[in-house]
């Protein structure tokens, strides 16, 4: 899906909300793609992976450690310091955290480069990562901060989270299941990204968008690790370019279904969300221009 699409299914969503008045189509369209479908999708990607693949990843896997690492805990110092809201402290975690690495990722991705693999697997490997954090996270602050065992039972019962947890036991235990299978499950789950993105475009709402907000998720979510990978990443065009924009894209269409999810403070989350999208692509639209 290029970048285009995305936007139009977005544009979707949004005119499809202001025609049904009703919130119930909507409501049900979120746990279909988010509980059903996303389910599918994460399990078939993680599972066909395997222990040499994940021995490949090397430098792009130490950055997405990296970049997590700090977008992670550096938001959460903010919010526990600067912000009095329980619940945009988990949200601003979760936005910070998550970034939009295969809608936004793969087609900005492509503007600087044939091959995409380093992308991918970056991608694959920020996934398998982030989904158990920022679920818990979620969990955790939609609760009013329970014990960590109510947390992370929560987080748990979240079928893409608990579907995430099984695949990579599988592949770290060796266990390979049959490809078409795997393949099938794939198709039918892919589905969840443009059902995502339609239900994204029917919770915009621009009237609880606010500069600071917009401020703190897009200096965590952007310019750290925009900052971090081009004064710390030395290596070639074909490794750096794919860091560098994966790292550095707005927040997940998935993490808003989280906060979705969990209701922790979906709606001035989407609002953000399309503005730092709209300025990322902007940002390395530029950037290539003068590359």
Request: hydrophobic share 55%.
């Amino acid at each position: 899906m290029n970048i285009y699409e995305m936007l139009a299914l977005i544009g979707i969503g949004l005119i499809l909300r202001r025609v049904v008045k009703s919130e119930v189509p909507f409501v049900y369209l979120n746990r279909f793609a988010s509980q059903v479908l996303l389910t599918l999708y994460v399990f078939s990607n993680v599972a066909s992976k395997d222990i040499d693949y994940l021995i490949e990843i090397r430098v792009v896997f130490l950055y997405v450690f990296l970049i997590i690492a700090l977008s992670l805990g550096a938001s959460f110092l903010y919010g526990r310091f600067f912000v009095q809201d329980k619940k945009w402290q988990g949200a601003l975690m979760i936005l910070s955290t998550y970034p939009n690495t295969v809608a936004m990722g793969f087609p900005i991705a492509s503007l600087f480069l044939d091959d995409l693999t380093p992308a991918i697997i970056y991608a694959s490997t920020n996934t398998l990562i982030v989904l158990p954090i920022v679920t818990f996270v979620a969990a955790h602050y939609s609760s009013g901060k329970a014990s960590l065992r109510e947390s992370l039972l929560r987080a748990l019962k979240f079928p893409p989270t608990s579907a995430n947890l099984l695949a990579l036991s599988l592949v770290l235990l060796g266990i390979k299941l049959s490809p078409g299978l795997l393949g099938v499950m794939n198709e039918i789950g892919w589905w969840s990204i443009p059902a995502i993105l339609i239900y994204f475009g029917s919770r915009i709402n621009l009237q609880k968008f606010e500069w600071r907000k917009l401020l703190e998720v897009g200096t965590f979510r952007i310019v750290l690790p925009f900052v971090f990978v081009v004064s710390t990443l030395r290596t070639n065009p074909e490794i750096f370019y794919p860091v560098l924009v994966e790292a550095s894209m707005p927040p997940a269409i998935m993490a808003n279904a989280i906060l979705a999810h969990y209701r922790l403070r979906e709606e001035e989350g989407i609002g953000v969300t399309i503005v730092l999208t709209l300025a990322v692509l902007i940002l390395f639209l530029a950037l290539r221009m003068f590359i």
